[in-house]
T-cell receptor, first 114, second 116 residues
Framework: DQQVKQNSPSLSVQEGRISILNCDYTNSMFDYFLWYKKYPAEGPTFLIS?????DKNEDGRFTVFLNKSAKHLSLHIVPSQPGDSAVYFCAASAGQGGSEKLVFGKGTKLTVNP | NAGVTQTPKFQVLKTGQSMTLQCAQD?????MSWYRQDPGMGLRLIHY???????DQGEVPNGYNVSRSTTEDFPLRLLSAAPSQTSVYFC???????????????FGPGTRLTVL
């Protein structure tokens, strides 16, 4: 049973517009969430994270929103740039980030068109 | 800093062969992990280590062994390769403890393994 779900395998947006990537989770013990970006033939790179004690975390063009009651989080990229085209993975863990046991979603491939 | 390095980049094995995937990091990170990524899937944790001499199982440990004799190295051993182990393998590391509640793992570039 998938504990972290990214239901959209792909997303296409125009340069300059907002990209919204969604992630749902089922395990109520998860209390720390991360987003990773992955380019082809490279390892994932950390993008942004959020603890369950917050409902929003912002870093430049990237904002992550957490809705604990809905077990849902989303990553907003504003404005989107062609260099943002990559696969984005949502990941979750229990233990306020202290656990090594990250559970990943299947990823969403974002394409930003010039 | 080279960061997290993995060798080899590509490997083809026959069923039943054994091999070791190498992973090294030069950031003096306490924690290291191995993941596999299958087509259309997210990354799944195989084994991890919270320090030299300490390892533990992840979600999919069967068919793999690890050891951590130094802080820098965390090799992954396939004892008897099977076609189901065809995958891309990623090694990751991070500092011990929490830095501002950020569990940022640094990933290597991956090893693409095919088992025939």
């Amino acid at each position: 049973d998938q504990q972290v779900k990214q239901n959209s395998p792909s997303l296409s947006v125009q340069e300059g517009r907002i990209s919204i990537l969604n992630c749902d989770y089922t395990n109520s013990m998860f209390d720390y969430f991360l987003w990773y970006k992955k380019y082809p033939a490279e390892g994932p790179t950390f993008l942004i994270s959020i603890s369950s004690i917050k409902d929003k975390n912002e870093d430049g063009r990237f904002t992550v929103f957490l809705n604990k009651s809905a077990k849902h989080l989303s990553l907003h990229i504003v404005p989107s740039q062609p260099g943002d085209s990559a696969v984005y993975f949502c990941a979750a863990s229990a233990g306020q980030g202290g656990s090594e046991k990250l559970v990943f979603g299947k990823g969403t491939k974002l394409t930003v068109n010039p | 800093n080279a960061g997290v390095t993995q060798t080899p980049k590509f490997q083809v094995l026959k069923t039943g062969q054994s091999m070791t995937l190498q992973c090294a990091q030069d950031m003096n990170h306490e924690y290291m992990s191995w993941y596999r990524q299958d087509p259309g899937m997210g990354l799944r944790l195989i084994h991890y280590s919270v320090g030299a001499g300490i390892t533990d199982q992840g979600e999919v440990p069967n068919g793999y062994n690890v050891s951590r004799s130094t802080t820098e190295d965390f090799p992954l051993r396939l004892l008897s390769a099977a076609p189901s182990q065809t995958s891309v393998y990623f090694c990751a590391s991070r500092p011990g403890g929490l830095v501002g509640f950020v569990n940022e793992q640094f990933f290597g570039p991956g090893t693409r393994l095919t088992v025939l």
